[in-house]
């Protein structure tokens, strides 16, 4: 029997779950071709992400160097699955090729080529479900010409799709949504009219974009830790993936989050495409000030990017208690049949239970939360005479006036001296605008434990980053002392720790 590659591409169709029935149809029409099936080649437009399990999408024109079946170096649109079936017909692993439709196959005529000349070189013999594609052991003249014929106009017709998609999303921006997979944070509005489209806020969703805007911005905890603690609750993403730092750092920086939509315009003056941020026709989960000052710490470039977990604390007081011997800092240790302890980072002058030490520090932490005067305890303190929504309204107003005012200059309507001056009073406006949103918006360091809900309770809802920067903020130092005669199980006061200033 002729050994036979089935070739499946997934494009649109972005989940695995989209291959039902497809598999089967080609196996049956192989079935009645008297064909034997070699191997399942599933080409799926997603491509791996950062090692984390995520997937990003695969660019139809980006090309690397490639080895044609003529024996050329050439440049290629990467396919892997594509090129492995090249390289089962010149191997002689397989003497046919039954994909669903030619334009499946064929993505540019330089692909139609190369198959071309592989089926040529080698008598084999290529079909299609639809008819659109057969090339008869090693293709007649005739059945080569129509494949060629085929692959340009599919190829015409996917550019000319492209560019209609392209130059709408540009003329529809900030008016309607543009679809493809949802921002995490939004859903789209299905009510919504044509041209209209519009997202609505997903309130679970929101609460983690906004807590982790809050992790970042007020309590300065890592990117890491925050996509870990996501994963240990089970929190999930629009793609069902594990939750990573880049999963996570992307999600923060769309500019949906912010109610902003991204659209293209040209520059009066060079002609050049500048890409520009609009007002979105949906609501923003976080203010637009708030995201830009997010986006500035996420993309700043002496931030830390490095992926790996190593470093990311996983104990309450790790790298913030002190040895009480020395002084030096401490670090957990531990192993398959050992159990984890605090030691000292450089000195091994002391050795306690990690557990143990935690459970009392949070213990400690929890009753100080749950005393009377708890509920005023480092509270910000109130800024009257500040409405920072109805500043942060004006500030989204002159962002406009300045891009107003560059058009105004380009068309000739307003000179130099003028613009020059109209864009100062924007920023000496803005400015004080910001020097005012600083002061209103300073962060309450223990915000969740306001609403009367039992200390213990809150504590227990709290990932580890955030506990610890609980810790930090309530206590000064913690200092760790040798035990005293083993087996006496541990000893509170071994652990000595003193309250910050104010608590």
Same mark, same amino acid.
């Given at each position: ?29 192989a ?44 440049l ?78 599919a ?24 679809g493809g ?18 997202l ?46 880049e &999963?996570? %750092? @992307? !999600?923060?920086?769309?500019? #949906? ?7 293209? =315009?040209? +520059? /009066? ?11 979105a ?58 159990a ?12 306690? &239970?990690? %557990? @143990? !030490?935690?459970?009392?520090? #949070? ?7 749950? =005393?009377p +005067? /708890? ?14 929504r ?25 000179d ?38 039992p ?49």
């Amino acid at each position: 029997m002729t050994a036979a590659d089935l070739y499946l591409r997934l494009s649109d169709a972005r989940l695995e779950e989209a291959l039902d029935g497809r598999e089967a149809k080609l196996r049956a029409r192989a079935g009645e071709l008297g064909w034997a099936v070699n191997e399942v080649i599933i080409e799926n437009d997603l491509m791996p992400g950062n090692g984390d399990g995520t997937l990003r999408p695969a660019s139809a024109w980006k090309r690397k160097k490639i080895t044609t079946p003529s024996g050329r170096v050439e440049l290629r649109t990467v396919r892997p699955g594509f090129r492995r079936v090249l390289d089962n017909l010149m191997a002689g692993r397989s003497r046919a090729v039954l994909a669903e439709d030619l334009d499946r196959v064929l993505r540019q005529p330089r692909d139609g080529e190369d198959l071309i000349d592989a089926v040529e070189m080698t008598g084999a013999t290529c079909k299609s479900l639809s008819g659109s594609l057969t090339l008869t052991e090693g293709g007649t003249n005739d059945e080569r010409y129509i494949a060629r014929i085929m692959a340009a106009t599919a190829s015409k017709s996917s550019a000319d799709t492209s560019r209609r998609v392209a130059a709408a999303r540009e003329r529809l921006a900030g008016k309607s949504y543009g679809g493809g997979r949802r921002p995490f944070g939004y859903r789209p509005d299905p009510g919504a009219p044509k041209y209209r489209k519009t997202l609505i806020v997903v309130p679970a969703e929101a609460a983690v974009i906004e807590a982790a805007a809050g992790d970042i911005l007020d309590r300065k905890i890592s990117l890491k830790a925050i996509a870990r603690d996501l994963r240990e609750r089970g929190e999930p993403t629009v793609t069902g993936t594990r939750w990573s730092a880049e &999963t996570l %750092r @992307a !999600v923060l920086l769309k500019p #949906a989050v912010a109610g902003l939509a991204v659209a293209g =315009e040209r +520059d /009066a003056g060079t002609g050049r495409r500048l890409q520009v941020l609009k007002d979105a026709p949906w609501e923003p989960i976080l203010e637009r000030d708030r995201w830009e000052r997010l986006r500035d710490v996420l993309t700043d470039p002496g931030r830390r990017t490095n992926t790996g977990n190593g470093n990311e604390p996983r104990w309450l007081v790790s790298g913030f208690a002190v040895c009480g011997v020395c002084g030096g800092r401490t670090r957990v240790a531990g192993g398959r049949n050992r159990a984890a302890a605090y030691i000292g980072a450089g000195c091994c002058h002391v050795r306690r &239970t990690a %557990r @143990a !030490v935690d459970d009392y520090i #949070a213990g400690e932490v929890t009753g100080r939360l749950s =005393e009377p +005067d /708890a509920v005023g305890l480092l509270r910000p303190a109130p800024r009257p005479g500040i409405d920072a929504r109805r500043l942060r309204a004006e500030a989204r107003k002159l962002r406009g006036r300045k891009t107003a005012q560059m058009r105004l200059h380009a068309a000739g309507d307003i000179d130099d001296a003028d613009l020059a001056a109209g864009m100062r009073a924007i920023r000496d406006r803005l400015a004080a605008i910001e020097s005012q949103l600083a002061a209103s918006d300073e962060a309450d360091p223990l915000a969740e434990f306001r609403d009367g809900r039992p200390a213990g309770a809150v504590w227990a809802e709290l990932g580890i980053a955030r506990r610890r920067a609980v810790v930090q903020t309530l206590i000064g130092a913690v200092v760790i002392k040798p035990a005293g005669r083993r087996g006496q199980g541990f000893d509170p006061a071994t652990v000595f720790y003193v309250w910050a200033e104010g608590v």
